[in-house]
């Protein structure tokens, strides 16, 4: 049974750049699937923000100018940047796993790790 | 991309059936069958609850069902029980890469 686990600060200046790491266990990352991040702002509803496939990464359009997903495959990780960031990013942010690039759903999710920009 | 639209709310009595909407667009949940649900209790991940419309995750009881017409698909919960007071969000395949999360429904039992 696949398991997510994020990891990363949990504060954050603004203007810098807020990096996430999901490792991954139960399955290897090189073997299919796809992998993305969504966030959830406090007492609001996802969004999510980024996917990435064997042969490249998509963003959500409203974000694409700050964020990177990579793979780290000897790892068994992927990982988010989000650069220059402000209180608005403030967010509980989720890796998760994508059952299906035809359909777009999350079959998998982690636990969640809670961001927070001080200014 | 504009969030899909979900009521803030919805209840009802154990035992009973509550219905939830999510209205997106012809550009959006009415061109795709990629409709998913999430059930999210405080503190906690979401869980998918249905994908692809109707389809049911192993392990999700059959008393959460999904359906669509046209822009609108909709989450039933039948036979409510305590533990199904949660967060629903509902998401939608968009195209180009995209995709669209609702806004969240709570339902109260």
């Known amino acids: 049974q696949v398991q997510l686990q994020e990891s990363g600060p949990g504060l954050v200046k603004a203007s810098e750049t807020l990096s996430l790491t999901c490792s991954v266990s139960?399955?290897?990352?090189?073997?299919?699937?796809?992998w993305g991040w969504i966030r959830q702002s406090p007492g609001r509803g996802l969004d999510w923000i980024a996917i990435?496939?064997?042969?490249?990464?998509t963003y959500n359009p409203s974000l694409k100018s700050r964020v990177t997903i990579s793979m780290d495959r000897s790892r068994n990780q992927f990982s988010l940047n989000l650069t220059s960031v402000t209180a608005a990013d403030t967010a509980v942010y989720f890796c998760a796993r994508l059952g299906s690039i035809w359909h777009y759903y999350f079959d998998s999710w982690g636990q969640g790790n809670l961001v927070t920009v001080s200014s | 991309q504009s969030a899909l639209t979900q009521p803030p709310s919805a209840s009802g009595s154990p035992g009973q059936s509550v219905t939830i909407s999510c209205t997106g667009t012809s550009s959006d949940l009415g061109s795709y069958n990629s409709v998913s649900w999430y059930q999210q209790h405080p503190g906690k991940a979401p869980k998918l609850m249905i994908y692809?419309?109707?389809k049911r995750p192993s392990g999700v009881p059959d008393r959460f069902s999904g359906s669509k017409s046209g822009n609108t698909a909709s989450l039933t919960v039948s036979g409510l029980q305590t533990e199904d007071e949660a967060d629903y969000y509902c998401?939608?395949?968009?195209?180009?890469?995209?995709?669209?999360f609702g806004t969240g429904t709570k339902v109260t039992v």
């Open positions: 692809e419309v109707t």
């Open positions: 990435i496939y064997h042969s490249g990464s």
């Open positions: 998401s939608s395949y968009a195209g180009s890469n995209n995709l669209v």
């Open positions: 139960g399955y290897s990352i090189s073997s299919g699937y796809q």
